[in-house]
């Protein structure tokens, strides 16, 4: 699987979006609704990302 800019992963109740993505690092943002898009963003590497979406469910949602 590829990462890109807006996935949207479900994990439990949380929404994850990525925000930006660069080479080595992602900026990700935890939401509680989608549609809302309120939530606290966060910056980590690629390698810690992936371990945080392990699981999680890949969405089809565009805004």
């Excluded at 080479?23 to 309120?38: F, H, N, Q, W």
């Amino acid at each position: 699987m590829k990462l890109q800019q807006n996935q949207l992963y479900k994990k439990g109740e949380e929404y994850i979006r990525i925000c930006e993505l660069a080479r080595l690092a992602v900026s990700y943002k935890i939401m509680t609704d989608p549609v809302e898009g309120e939530g606290t963003t966060h910056l980590v590497t690629k390698k810690e990302f992936c371990r945080l979406i392990k699981g999680a469910e890949l969405l089809d949602y565009e805004p």
